[in-house]
Every structure is written in structure tokens, then in C-alpha cells.
């Protein structure tokens, strides 16, 4: 598989795209806009209250909704047995905590008393003894030398979790990336005992430093970058790991914007639609809720060339893979439901499945395929700990408020009505003033005839009518005229 890392920085605003075998699977946002606590971040916190009832409390980190942390990630579990939420922590007293959901809506972000400090190789957990190994090094010998190693270094009483990148690494480099982890925890306890709560006590890296960092595997073709500040601190932060990396920074100055000369613009238009079409002729369907995401995949214009399972499976092989890289891409989280096209042969949706599993390994996010239910919709979980997509770019729509749509004009016009109807028994009048959206009046003058004459009939009334381009389709005004 060949990757590549596009980093565009503007003013007050960095991108990142990565790109793997031609097509976009992931794109983060930063914005230097305020101070929103993101994944990641350690904060000095004060204990607002304690809510027995939900075992859970809200810590004031200096955002404007305090932070919201349960028993289960008040304290790191010693024992099977989970300490109530009144034991743990009381109102007042000052905590170490770290954001392990950003906010989103009206919910403050939730946060975790078990640190992490991820580095390139390693990821120290100074309060957490331990010892994991990522999962994705499958390699049982590579395993052990990893974990006899990881065992060695391991400063006592802390945790270690061994990275993905750490494949084939020397036990001296590992060091050198524990070494740094330990300065760093060092620099945050030093700020935490001579500083009060709240405070912001560390970050991780900016977003593209942290991608990079994260991304650098053996596949990996280049990270081009179209600012020479960004270039520059990159390489310089690189270097620190593996000087032979810095190959793979390449400072772009052609007069087309980056985003626009690998395509990138336009399929993030693409990815915020709700309708997506696959390569076969078929498209999916992207509803989201606050809840969960469901997908619902049609065959369109594909009609196949053999048979109607032929057509059926193609369609649900492809809407499998692109499902995968629309949860990267659109970095959807919480529950997800496929309402894959109905497949009556069991082997048919096995490999549905595994399809759609192949291509969610390559996803950096904890995802957990369920499988079909007995309704034939595949579920499947994805961690949520950051913005999606969606709500980084756009906001909802100040006219539909959200829903998506809004009143026909020929409802508003029966509305008019009915409200003029109202008014002229209240207030009875020689005539009207009626303020409204010149298409609403288009429509009413439609329903009615030249000079709005059968309305006028029919109020006993004489009507003169307002047009405002300025009000929504759906505001009117209705204003007795003696």
C-alpha cells in the first residue's frame, strides 16, 4: 500500500490529509480559534461536584462547561472491585486529568485520570503500572523481543505501551523515546505542584507533527508541505527519531494550491454530502444522529452483467470498502448500521463482512464489527473521541435548524391564510397589510388569481400585500389597516 501526507498551513489554520493508494481515508482540522480542549490534553482540574447518583463528577479544566469524568476513569483500577465515585474524588479537591472525548454540543468533555504520553515508538502511562503491545505487530517473536525489551526500560511503577511503530527497533532507540516520555512527565509535575487549578498543563504536538509522527510506517512515499515554517520545524522535530525520515519532507511551491493539485478540495466537498456514489454504478446513503450513523446502500445505476446475487454482492463489496474510508474520512464515531442490499446466501454476507473488516484495519481508531442481525443490518462500533468531520467544517442550517428541510411555499401560503382568517375576526378591518417573502406572495397570487381577488373575496376584506427579500420563506406579518 503506498501513503502520502499532505500538511496545507494557512494563517491560523493547518490541514492534514493522508492519502493511501490514491484515494483520501483521513483529513484533520486545526483551528488557532480558541482555547477547546482537544484530545489528548493534561489539566490541573478542581472538582466542581460530586453526583453520587450517576457515580460520576464534573471538574472545572477553566472551559466553559466543566468536564465530566466517571468512577471507572476517576482511578486506575487496582481490583476487580470499582470504588464509588464519593471515595475517589470530593468537591474542591485538585486533580490530574486527561481529555479522553473532546466536547461536543451541549456536553462538556470527559476526561480520564489515567494518563497517557504517546511518543514516536512508545507510550508512557505514569500512573497506570503495566505493559501492553499493540496489536497490530503480530509477528509472535517480534512480540517477545519487543515485550523482553519494553519489560527492561520500564520505569517502576508506571506502564508502557508498546507502538506499532516500534516494529524492528533497537532496544537503544526505544530508550532515547522513554527518556523523552520521562522529561516530559518530569515538566508537568514540576508545573502541577507550583501551579493552581485550572490549568492546562500539557499538550500534545500540533496536528501535523502529531499525524506524522503517528503515520511515519515503512509504506510511506512522502509528506509534502506546502509551507516552508511547517517544513522546517518538521524535519527539525523528525530528526530526533530517525534523521533518514527527513527524506520524506518534500517543501511544495508549484502556483496550484496543494489541496487543489492532488484533488483533495473536492472530495471533501464529496465527503460531506449524504449521498455518495461507488465506483460500480451504486451509492450510499449517510444519515447521521446524535446517536448513531446508518447507511443504507442501493444499487443505482449498476445493474451487473450475470445475475441478480452477482449485482447484489458486487454492489455490497464495494459499499463495504467505501464505508470503511467514509468512517476515516467523515472520523465518525459510536454506533454505525449498514442496511447492506438483502443477500439471501450466507456465504455472500461472510464476505461482506470480511471485506468491510479488511479495510477497517487500516483504521488508526478502535473499530468492533458486530456483525448482521437478525433484521439483516451489520452493526459495528468506532471509538469516539474527537470532532467528526462534519461539525469541524459546518454548522447547522440557521433556516431548517438542522432537519434538513423546510415548509413547501405552498404550506406557507395555506398558513397566511389561515392566519389572516384569524386576524380579521380579532381585529376586524376595512383592509390588510400582509408583509411576507416575495415567492410566498408569487404562490398566494397563484392560488388566488390576478390581485390576489378570490382571497380577497373571500376575507371581505381588501388586502395589500408587502414584499420583504429580506424574511424567511415562512415569516409574514399580518397588520390591520383602518
Not at 225 to 231: F, N, R
Not at 353 to 369: I, M, P, Y
Not at 440 to 467: M, P, Q, T, W
Request: hydrophobic share 40%; proline share 3%; net charge negative.
Amino acid at each position: 500500500m503506498s501513503k502520502k501526507i499532505l500538511i496545507n498551513a494557512n494563517w491560523k489554520e493547518k490541514r492534514v490529509a493522508v492519502i493511501e493508494n490514491g484515494k483520501l481515508v483521513e483529513l484533520r482540522v486545526e483551528r488557532n480559534l480558541e482555547n477547546d480542549a482537544t484530545f489528548g490534553d493534561i489539566y490541573k482540574g478542581k472538582v466542581a461536584n460530586v453526583l453520587p447518583g450517576m457515580d460520576a463528577a464534573f471538574v472545572n479544566i477553566g472551559m466553559d462547561k466543566n468536564a465530566f469524568i466517571h468512577a471507572c476513569d476517576a482511578a486506575p483500577k487496582q481490583n476487580e472491585k470499582q470504588e464509588k465515585i464519593q471515595k475517589l474524588v470530593q468537591p474542591g479537591q485538585e486533580v490530574l486529568v486527561q481529555i479522553k472525548k473532546e466536547a461536543f454540543g451541549s456536553k462538556g468533555a470527559r476526561v480520564t485520570a489515567s494518563l497517557t504520553i504517546p511518543g514516536r515508538y512508545l507510550v508512557l502511562m505514569p500512573k497506570t503500572p503495566g505493559l501492553g503491545i499493540s496489536r497490530r505487530i503480530e509477528d509472535e517473536d517480534e512480540r517477545e523481543r519487543l515485550k523482553a525489551i519494553a519489560e527492561e526500560i520500564r520505569p517502576a511503577n508506571m506502564g508502557l505501551i508498546v507502538r506499532t511503530a516500534a516494529k524492528g527497533v533497537e532496544k537503544e532507540n526505544l530508550a532515547l523515546d522513554l527518556a523523552f516520555l520521562l522529561d516530559t512527565w518530569g515538566d508537568i509535575e514540576r508545573k502541577a505542584s507550583t501551579s493552581k487549578a485550572p490549568l492546562l498543563l500539557y499538550s500534545d504536538s500540533d496536528l501535523s507533527y502529531r499525524l506524522v509522527r503517528d503515520l511515519i510506517v515503512e509504506d510511506l512515499e512522502e509528506i509534502v508541505v506546502d509551507s516552508a515554517i511547517e517544513t522546517m520545524k518538521l524535519r527539525k522535530a523528525i530528526k530526533r527519531y530517525n534523521s533518514s525520515d527527513e527524506d520524506l519532507i518534500r517543501f511544495y511551491t508549484d502556483k496550484e494550491p496543494l489541496f487543489s493539485a492532488y484533488g483533495i478540495e473536492t472530495e471533501i466537498e464529496k465527503s460531506l454530502r449524504r449521498k455518495i456514489w461507488l465506483d460500480c454504478g451504486g451509492f450510499l446513503i449517510f444519515d447521521q444522529t446524535e446517536a448513531l450513523l446508518s447507511v443504507d446502500v442501493n444499487t443505482g445505476k449498476f445493474t451487473g452483467h450475470n445475475s441478480l446475487q452477482q449485482t447484489v454482492l458486487r454492489t455490497n463489496l464495494d459499499a463495504a470498502e467505501e464505508i470503511a474510508r467514509q468512517l476515516r474520512l467523515r472520523n465518525i464515531g459510536g454506533i454505525i448500521i449498514i442496511d447492506f442490499i438483502d443477500m439471501e446466501n450466507q456465504d455472500d454476507r461472510e464476505k461482506v463482512r470480511q471485506r468491510l473488516e479488511e479495510h477497517l484495519k487500516q483504521d488508526r481508531t478502535k473499530t468492533h464489527v458486530l456483525g448482521f442481525t437478525s433484521l439483516g443490518l451489520l452493526e459495528l462500533t468506532r471509538q469516539k473521541s474527537s470532532h467528526d468531520l462534519g461539525s469541524t467544517l459546518q454548522k447547522t442550517c440557521p433556516l431548517c435548524n438542522g432537519s434538513g428541510k423546510v415548509w413547501q411555499e405552498e404550506t406557507v401560503a395555506f398558513k397566511v391564510v389561515r392566519d389572516l382568517i384569524t386576524t380579521r375576526k380579532e381585529s376586524p378591518a376595512v383592509s390588510y397589510v400582509i408583509k411576507l417573502h416575495p415567492v410566498i406572495a408569487e404562490k398566494l397570487k397563484e392560488l388566488s388569481g390576478d390581485h390576489y381577488s378570490e382571497l380577497s373575496e373571500y376575507i371581505n376584506a381588501e388586502l395589500r400585500f408587502e414584499y420583504h427579500s429580506e424574511f424567511k420563506h415562512w415569516e409574514y406579518a399580518i397588520e390591520p389597516n383602518n
